[in-house]
């Protein structure tokens, strides 16, 4: 079974450029998660999918963060304009449903802002 | 919103003994589950084992053991037989039932000496 895929894999950009990063997740998982994880720190939950709808964006900054997850599959991450504080990796996760199940995460994507 | 505390940055074992790590949570909850993750240098986070809060029995993989008190709210992680792959971050993270998001700990950094 394939598990759940992540590109690029590793991103440098200037301060104020944009970049976006791309997640496919396991086949037939309906629940798709976005984590930021900074150095030195446990990944912290940025966005929540339920098939194509959003269960919980509460912690992605909005002014300069946007995800969609347009047909319920495969999601994109966007960041427009990039801070040095975004630096991070970018996790990609997904799970059957909601309730209980088992999260599976991609290798990440790493940012680096300069 | 649930923390998650893991007090010991990092440990270190010798091959082939045991080492054990904390991690205390609180959530107001009662239906939760309970994880650890291992995270590698190459970032992805892969299950090590996940206890369910209503089993009072605690769950075992292999060499993978947990001690859940549920009344303290503790949730320490058993490596025994330690290996050199099992060097790596260990993340503790705590998922609500229903909307199951998890919420991590800061990680504990495991280095297994030859």
């Known amino acids: 079974e394939a598990g759940v895929a992540q590109s690029p894999r590793y991103k440098i950009i200037e301060k104020r450029q944009s970049v976006a990063f791309w997640c496919n997740p396991i086949s037939g998982h309906a629940t798709l998660y976005w984590y930021q994880q900074i150095l030195g720190q446990g990944p912290k939950l940025l966005i929540q999918?339920?098939?194509?709808?959003?269960?919980?964006d509460s912690q992605l900054p909005k002014d300069r963060f946007s995800a969609e997850r347009l047909k319920g599959v495969d999601s994109t991450l966007k960041i427009q304009p990039a801070k040095l504080e975004d630096s991070a990796v970018y996790l990609c996760?997904?799970?059957?449903?909601?309730?209980?199940?088992?999260?599976?995460f991609g290798e990440g994507s790493w940012l680096t802002v300069v | 919103a649930q923390t998650v505390t893991q007090s010991q940055p990092e440990m270190s074992v010798q091959e082939a003994e045991t080492v054990t790590l904390s991690c205390t949570y609180d959530t107001s909850e009662n239906n939760y589950y309970l994880f650890w993750y291992k995270q590698p240098p190459s970032r992805q986070m892969i299950l090590v084992i996940r206890?369910?809060?209503?089993?009072?029995q605690n769950a075992t993989e292999n060499r993978f053991s947990v001690n859940f008190q549920k009344a303290a709210k503790s949730f320490s992680l058993k490596i025994s037989d330690s290996q050199l792959g099992d060097t790596a971050m260990y993340f503790c993270?705590?998922?609500?039932?229903?909307?199951?998001?998890?919420?991590f700990g800061a990680g504990t950094t495991v280095t297994v000496r030859a």
């Open positions: 206890q369910e809060a209503y089993k009072q």
């Open positions: 999918f339920q098939n194509n709808g959003v269960v919980d």
């Open positions: 993270a705590v998922g609500l039932g229903n909307d199951y998001k998890l919420s």
């Open positions: 996760a997904s799970s059957i449903s909601l309730g209980g199940n088992t999260i599976y």
